[in-house]
């Protein structure tokens, strides 16, 4: 990858954080990058990698193009910023289809599982009307031998 001139790189990307008012420390930390990698591109003993570019021209608000020393302008071409926010708002609206695909995903988890829960229910319901019937079954067995044993002992 060609850098443009190395000497306009790294006055750029030094003369860019200081007017953003940022230490090498702050930028390297928005970057997620060591301290050192700031100081090595402000020396220009190193470069970043491409990814790093376009983070830094979000950072500054310039073009890719000024921060290599290729265009003297910073601005960013309109339909290169409607591009961006357009690319923002797919990457948006993939997330929340994402997020919606998993919520409905426990949605009907949850219905399955009230599914099964119901149907234990109605077992356990049944269980229970069937206990009843022999609980009153047994009952009146117990009350016809009470009865039988009672006239037995009149017989006698």
Same mark, same amino acid.
């Not at 599982?113 to 067995?141: C, F, G, R, V």
């Given at each position: 990858m060609n850098l443009g001139d190395d000497m306009e790189f790294k006055e750029r990307i030094k #003369? /860019? $954080?200081l007017e953003h008012m940022l230490t090498q420390a702050q930028l390297a930390s928005t970057l997620e990058k060591g301290e050192a990698a700031i100081r090595t591109w #402000?020396?220009?003993r190193a470069k970043p990698d491409s990814d790093t570019l376009i983070k830094l021209a979000k950072i500054f608000n310039c073009s890719v193009d000024y921060l290599l020393g290729i265009? !003297?302008?910073k601005k960013i071409s309109p339909m290169l910023e409607i591009d961006s926010e357009i690319n923002k708002l797919n990457n948006l609206i993939n997330q929340k289809k994402d997020e919606l695909a998993k919520i409905e995903i426990r949605r009907m988890e949850i219905e399955e599982s009230l599914k099964l829960n119901t149907k #234990?229910?109605?077992q356990k319901q049944h269980e /229970? !009307?069937?206990l009843s019937e022999q609980i009153k079954i047994l009952t009146m067995q117990k $009350?016809?031998?009470e009865e039988l044993n009672h006239l037995q002992r009149e017989e006698v």
């Amino acid at each position: 990858m060609n850098l443009g001139d190395d000497m306009e790189f790294k006055e750029r990307i030094k #003369e /860019l $954080r200081l007017e953003h008012m940022l230490t090498q420390a702050q930028l390297a930390s928005t970057l997620e990058k060591g301290e050192a990698a700031i100081r090595t591109w #402000e020396t220009g003993r190193a470069k970043p990698d491409s990814d790093t570019l376009i983070k830094l021209a979000k950072i500054f608000n310039c073009s890719v193009d000024y921060l290599l020393g290729i265009s !003297a302008s910073k601005k960013i071409s309109p339909m290169l910023e409607i591009d961006s926010e357009i690319n923002k708002l797919n990457n948006l609206i993939n997330q929340k289809k994402d997020e919606l695909a998993k919520i409905e995903i426990r949605r009907m988890e949850i219905e399955e599982s009230l599914k099964l829960n119901t149907k #234990e229910i109605y077992q356990k319901q049944h269980e /229970l !009307a069937n206990l009843s019937e022999q609980i009153k079954i047994l009952t009146m067995q117990k $009350r016809k031998m009470e009865e039988l044993n009672h006239l037995q002992r009149e017989e006698v």
